[in-house]
Nanobody
């Protein structure tokens, strides 16, 4: 079965950095997109970025690329989300999700995704 496990969250100070990890296993899509979503109470899941396996092309919600960087380690099937210059408003639960794809592109609508991890909490506070 598909297993997606996020890690790397925790308490961080404003201005600091965190690298979140998404370990995905149990699927055999020829190609896939893995995306990170941000969830805060009272709001819908907001796409941060996705990366496509066939070309490692990355796509970001407008403005997110200023401080967020998505990357992939194909050997370990792990996707990372680097968050720099952390702000209190970055506080959220961050989810990783995966879907099989045929074409590289932007996949940042949460309804595209079938397989989700449990989330990792990021809290930015002094």
């Amino acid at each position: 079965e598909v297993q997606i496990v996020e890690s790397g969250g925790g308490l961080a100070q404003p201005g600091g950095s965190l690298r979140l990890s998404c370990a995905a296993s149990g699927f055999s899509f020829d190609d896939y997109s893995i995306a990170w979503f941000q969830k805060v109470p009272g709001k819908e899941h907001a796409g941060v970025a996705n990366i496509c396996s066939m070309d490692d092309a990355t796509y970001y919600t407008d403005g997110m690329e200023e401080r967020f960087t998505i990357s992939r380690d194909s050997a370990s099937n792990t996707v990372y989300l680097q968050i720099d210059s952390l702000r209190p408003e970055d506080t959220a639960t961050y989810y990783c999700a995966v879907r099989g794809i045929y074409f590289t592109g932007r996949y940042l609508n949460p309804t595209y995704y079938v397989h989700w991890g449990q989330g990792t909490q990021v809290t930015v506070s002094s």
